[in-house]
């Protein structure tokens, strides 16, 4: 397959190469400008410097390659997959491939994010694209060399190869072809002939990793470094008054306090003194004029549903009229509570403030946001910051917000020294960016057997849905189509969480799903391919999903889930929801044990188009499969008077070992573009298993925490 | 402020320090072992796991002043050659998704094994029950535990 690379971008914007001054040929390109045409690079190519590029290959002299992964790793393996789909069409053995964490240079950069499951998206065709046009270089030097047409040459395992049999290892290759014309056209592989794509990679950092190596944000130590802890109000809505610190100077390690916005940090030579000291200072708080509670939300988030007042997200047809004309109408609630993030690693960041420079070091979802918030903070010039990612600790949204950076820097701006920002669990769980409660109300009319109209309303607080979520399925599926929202001003702070809004939206209208296909008397699953069906004459552009796609995922689950087979006292759920580019369709089985419902199995179908690195792949969408079961069934984060309760695993439960189902994914055969798998397996397990314990028990499940909700209606 | 002597890994170092200083500290900033992790610091997550004489304990919950002579093996000296039966499966299986929890969970799988080499999977599902991994990599921490025991009995 030839293609163009002038219809995205003019190739000298897109790729540059240098002959390295160790010997070498060095290939950068920008993944700014291989997503956005419209985007230009800034610089004469003399002056580049490739350290500014977003991901970029070296060749060595000794053959082996080095890859610089380009996103942050967060563990969702994009440092080992990103790095494949460039050797692959390079031609080299993986396992000449050396992988590097690429920096963040603060110039020009976009999408060097870990989030919304983007990066292999994304960075699909410029990966292949610098991978191909260093092997057609390579090929070209090879082709002058031996006087022929480099047509004539092939590429493999690392070497040239002409007609004759003659080979050229690249490393001889790389003087040459750095000073070549960089080629106007590259052929890309078919996918048929990949052989690294599609083939399981082990996680780049698995000896790291194996042998507690120091890899994270935590584990980070530099020269002259102090430790900071900082005492965060006790309550949202909380402002500082006073505070005394005479306990805290009177511990060992101890170096100094200082106040900064409504915190007070403690610096010292080490993690536990910092702890210790942020405990022991004696601290007055204000409350402000609505110090909010659960009870309060709960109330004000259903007076928003029943009010008429929301934003429309989308609007199909007559839907007023249709639910008038229905046979019959099913309308339910719905209620999340808030979540917090619990990464294991618990949020931290190195900062050094000089004079002429600002050094950012730690884990980060979003180095070029969190950088410019920091130079915006300091008043410096954005070519002053300079962000160094380590590898996380887990994400799930929370290390997209720099808020943390941004103390580290100011702490160490205010202290003159270079420190480490260090949270407790404590801190991390009292003072964090959630998942924001929320309600959602679902209506559905039915007319002579068919679902003639739906109507969704959100109510959140503090946050409404994405924009594109209106135009997932069911939109285009249900003519008489209405999705609005409305949200409640809170001074709880909110943000994204693994499958931002899908996480329980999917719940909410898969949960809806099933009990409208049981009201209307038909197979949830059935009733789903009819109405994905009909979506397929009604498209727009704006529509996000594909219904033939959604079908064969569909398909695919019920047959490798053995739907409606499920062996004696097992209760099947079933469940589908499109989000994050990717389809997925999953079957959850439980049992009834002691009159409590418990998950075995859950079988997952899954479109994500070319599975780059299967086993990454499959871990991911096993993760989010339990990971959403866990927070479906267990996760609550309560409110009083600004004050989150839970503080420590102790009072706040995470999903464990005991509890965890096997989980069977399966991945629908496609040619297609590669999507992410982060996120898009967790929104449809919690409604996959509410489904099933309704089978099991009769009983709805309307409210997470699921557990509790089950609890609870089974008393009453 | 007082002076311990402690053996990690083999090696005995001497440390002076507060007494109710938790080791998790004392591993990680003093004598920067930083495989040890933090994770809640009350001994409710397991990423801080350790041997002590050989038992799977929790370093953030455990003093100076609670340890007397006992050998405290920590990731770093789990192998020489990350050749532990354990780490073995957990490369075999591609474990870890973020990997912060994973030497908590290799320290107590490896400590389980030890004391009994023929678990059940009701056995590992209980012994790995007190470590908590966020990324929810629980069905390969699961199989890699009996890959490794089966490893190690080979002919069973």
């Known amino acids: 397959m030839m293609r163009s690379l002038k219809k995205k971008v003019s190739r000298r914007d897109f790729l540059r190469t240098s002959a390295l001054s160790g010997g070498g040929l060095l290939i950068g390109f920008n993944l700014l400008s291989a997503c956005k045409p419209e985007a230009k690079m800034p610089r004469n190519i003399s002056e580049i410097n490739f350290q500014d590029f977003n991901a970029f290959i070296k060749i060595g002299e000794d053959g082996y390659v080095t890859i610089i992964s380009p996103n942050p790793e967060i563990g969702q393996g994009v440092k080992t997959a990103m790095p494949m789909i460039i050797a692959e069409e390079l031609e080299v053995s993986w396992d000449k491939v050396i992988i590097e964490q690429g920096k963040l240079n603060t110039n020009d950069f976009d999408r060097q994010v870990a989030g919304g499951s983007q990066s292999i998206r994304h960075g699909w065709e410029g990966l292949r694209a610098t991978g191909a046009t260093a092997r057609q270089m390579l090929i070209n030097a090879a082709a002058i060399r031996w006087g022929v047409e480099a047509s004539t040459c092939r590429a493999e395992e690392g070497k040239v190869i ?77 402002t500082l008054l006073s505070y005394d610190d005479s306990a805290t100077l009177k511990i060992k390690g101890v170096l100094r306090t200082l106040a900064f916005g409504d915190k007070i940090a403690v610096l010292a030579t080490n993690t536990w003194a910092a702890f210790q000291g942020k405990d022991a200072l004696k601290v007055e ?57 619990n990464c294991m690693e618990p949020m931290n960041f190195f900062a050094h403030v000089q004079p002429d420079k600002v050094e950012l070091i730690g884990p980060i979802q979003t180095p070029a946001g969190s950088a410019k918030r920091v130079a915006k903070e300091l008043n410096r010039a954005p070519e002053q910051i300079s962000v160094e990612m380590t590898r996380m600790g887990g994400g799930f949204g929370r290390r997209l917000y720099g808020d943390f950076v941004l103390d580290a820097a100011i702490i160490s701006d205010k202290s003159g020294l270079p420190i480490k920002l260090v949270y407790s669990r404590e801190d ?8 924001p409660a929320m309600k959602y109300r679902i209506r559905a009319a039915v007319k002579a057997g068919k679902v003639s109209a739906y109507e969704m309303k959100e109510a959140g607080i503090n946050g409404n849905m994405y924009g594109l979520i209106p135009n997932f399925f069911p939109a285009a599926a249900i003519q008489n189509y209405r999705v609005t929202s409305i949200k409640h001003q809170s001074d709880i702070t909110i943000g994204a969480w693994r ?55 569909i398909k695919l689950v019920a047959r490798k889930g053995n739907w409606g087979k499920a062996k004696p006292g097992r209760y099947q759920g079933f469940s589908a929801y499109y989000s994050h580019n990717t389809h997925v369709a999953e079957i959850a089985e439980i049992e009834m044990v002691e009159g409590l419902p418990v998950v075995k ?43 989150a309760l839970s503080d420590n695993f102790d009072n706040y439960k995470l999903i464990r070992m005991r509890e965890v189902p096997e989980v069977e994914v399966h991945f629908v055969e496609s040619q297609e573009h ?24 009769g009983q709805r499940i309307y409210r997470q925490p699921m557990l509790k909700a089950f609890q609870e209606a089974a008393q009453s | 402020m007082s002076l311990f002597s402690i053996n ?74 990350l050749d532990h039966p354990v780490q073995i499966a957990w490369k075999q299986l591609d474990v870890p998704q973020c990997g912060y929890c994973q030497a908590g969970q290799m320290m107590t799988a490896a400590a389980l094994l030890e004391e009994n080499p023929k678990p ?37």
Not at chain 1, 428 to 435: K, S
Not at chain 1, 503 to 519: M, R, W
Not at chain 2, 37 to 48: E, L, N, P, R, V
């Open chain 1, 601 to 643: 199995k859950v079988t997952a179908a899954v479109d994500c188009g070319i599975v780059v690195n299967p086993t990454g792949a499959i871990n991911q969408v096993q993760g989010g499969v339990i990971d959403g079961i866990g927070h479906a069934l267990y996760g609550e984060l309560q409110f009083e008077n600004g004050k």
């Open chain 2, 120 to 156: 059940s999977t009701e056995e590992i599902r209980n012994a790995m029950h007190g470590n908590i991994c966020r990324c929810s990599a629980y069905s390969r921490i699961e199989k890699a535990v009996a890959l490794a025991a089966k490893n190690l009995n080979p002919t069973s």
């Open chain 1, 162 to 238: 002409n007609e004759q049999g003659d080979q050229y290892y690249y490393g001889e290759l790389v003087a040459d072809a750095a000073k070549l014309e960089i080629p106007e056209k590259v052929a890309l592989k078919s996918p048929k002939d990949f052989k690294i794509i599609g083939q399981n990679a082990t996680n780049v950092d698995m000896d790291a990793i194996l042998g507690g190596q120091a890899l994270y944000g935590m584990d980070l130590e530099r020269e002259g470094m102090v430790y900071a802890a900082v005492r965060h109000p006790e309550a949202f809505g909380q």
């Open chain 1, 499 to 553: 499958a931002p809004y899908t996480n329980f939206i999917g719940f909410a209208e898969q949960c809806f799903f099933d009990e409208l296909a049981e009201q209307m008397q038909k197979d949830p699953i059935s009733l789903r391919l009819e109405l994905l069906e009909n979506a397929k004459d009604h498209l727009d552009d704006k529509i996000q999903y594909s219904p033939q796609r959604m079908i064969d995922t």
């Open chain 2, 8 to 81: 990690v890994n083999g090696v005995t170092h001497e440390i002076e320090a507060e007494p109710q200083t938790p080791l998790l500290w004392i591993l990680r900033d003093t004598l920067k072992l930083k495989g040890t992790k933090f994770g809640c610091g009350i001994s409710q997550c397991g990423a801080c796991t350790i041997h002590l004489d050989g038992q799977a304990v929790r370093s953030c919950a455990l003093t100076l002043e609670m340890l007397e002579e006992e050998k405290i093996v920590t990731i770093e000296g789990l192998s020489e050659h």
């Open chain 1, 674 to 697: 590669p999507t992410g798998l982060g996120e898009p397996g967790l929104p449809p397990a919690a409604a996959a298993v509410a489904n099933a314990i309704f089978k099991a028990s």
């Open chain 1, 428 to 435: 991390d769980m009292t003072a964090g960016i959630y998942r």
């Open chain 1, 285 to 341: 708080w204000k409350d402000g004029p609505k110090m909010e509670s659960s009870t309060d939300h709960e109330k004000i988030l259903t007076a928003l549903l029943d009010s008429p007042q929301a934003d429309i997200r989308r609007e199909d047809g007559q839907v007023d009229q249709a639910m008038k004309q229905a046979d019959f109408l099913l309308e339910r609630d719905y209620h999340a509570p808030f979540l917090p993030h």
